[in-house]
């Protein structure tokens, strides 16, 4: 089981940095930078992108691992969480910073 979960982690690691390496030079520009509308969606989409296969990590561990993921409205709040303790098979997948800056993410404040 375990090569197994590492291999399928390896591998979607492997795309998120062939993702980002791709569009190097989003990420090599000053801060002062105004991207078109164009640059705007193509870096939105990197980033979505990004997202989507750090879930896949999470779901992948959560599946294999724990035996399966959580359910209902909040699903996506119990994974992080899940990811970010510890159980009798795995460590923290995920650091409590990163936990609560994601958490931060996932409820903006109001404007």
Excluded: C
């Excluded at 399928?8 to 989003?26: C, I, M």
């Excluded at 990590?57 to 992080?80: C, K, M, N, Q, Y």
């Excluded at 923290?92 to 994601?102: Q, S």
Aim: charged content about 25%; cysteine-free.
């Amino acid at each position: 089981m375990w090569d197994e979960v590492r291999e399928e982690v390896e591998v979607e690691l492997e795309q998120l940095g062939e993702l980002l390496a791709s569009f190097g030079e989003f990420w090599d520009k000053p801060l002062t930078w105004r991207p078109s509308l164009v640059e705007l969606a193509a870096i939105a989409s990197v980033l979505h992108s990004f997202y989507n296969g750090a879930e896949n990590i999470l779901r992948r561990i959560s599946i294999r691992v724990d035996g399966g993921l959580p359910s209902g409205e909040a699903w996506h709040t119990e994974l992080l969480a899940s990811m970010a303790g510890t159980t009798s098979l795995r460590g923290a997948v995920i650091a409590a910073e990163a936990h609560g800056a994601l958490l931060r993410l996932e409820s903006p404040p109001p404007y």
